[in-house]
């Protein structure tokens, strides 16, 4: 054999063990599961505590999160096109992800309008394990911005809008990650 080819095959067989050493560390380094719909974050995000007002008019704290994976959306009674949208889609994303102690919480960021009975009615229609948020307007606002979440009221004319999300996708992801939650 040639001294180039014997070069080559060496080039060839150090990229390959590279390329195979590098797969190989991505996983076992990984510290949450492949999501193809979301971004696994490495560390959670701090959220401070919190006090609202659950749909029985019980009150409901961050401590109130512990122990069941949440999907928590923030949105209002009155929204015309992306609240229930969203919700359709979170009620399949809960059944298709077959977690049973998976929640869906939403916070209304409307509290003058939202009681916690028109919450209650609200979500329920969509979904009846769904748990409807309301409170104060800073504690509300204080826990969205813990949660990354802008909230700014403005009034608009009816519009068309869809989820952020597709429910397989997501719901997939739900599964993917279960041993993490």
């Not at 919190?50 to 029985?56: H, I, V």
């Not at 229930?84 to 509290?111: G, I, N």
Request: aromatic content about 8%; proline content about 8%; glycine content about 8%.
């Amino acid at each position: 054999m040639s001294k180039v080819r014997v070069r080559l095959l060496l080039a060839v067989a150090a990229l390959a063990a590279s390329v195979g050493g590098y797969w190989l560390a991505q996983q076992l380094d990984r510290a949450g599961p492949r999501l193809t719909s979301g971004t696994w974050l490495p560390q959670p995000k701090a959220v401070r505590d919190f006090a609202l007002t659950d749909t029985t008019g019980s009150s409901f704290t961050r401590a109130s999160l512990v122990g069941a994976p949440s999907l928590v959306f923030f949105g209002f009674t009155r929204c015309p096109d992306v609240c229930p949208a969203t919700l359709l889609e979170l009620a399949q994303v809960r059944k298709a992800a077959a977690l049973p102690t998976l929640r869906v919480v939403f916070v209304s960021v409307d509290p003058q309008r939202d009681t916690p009975a028109l919450l209650g009615t609200y979500v329920h229609a969509f979904d009846p394990a769904f748990l409807g948020l309301t409170g104060a307007a800073r504690s509300i606002a204080s826990m969205a911005a813990d949660f990354g979440v802008a909230v700014n009221r403005v009034e608009l004319p009816g519009g068309d809008s869809t989820p952020p999300f597709e429910a397989s996708p997501l719901a997939a992801d739900l599964r993917r990650a279960a041993p993490w939650l």
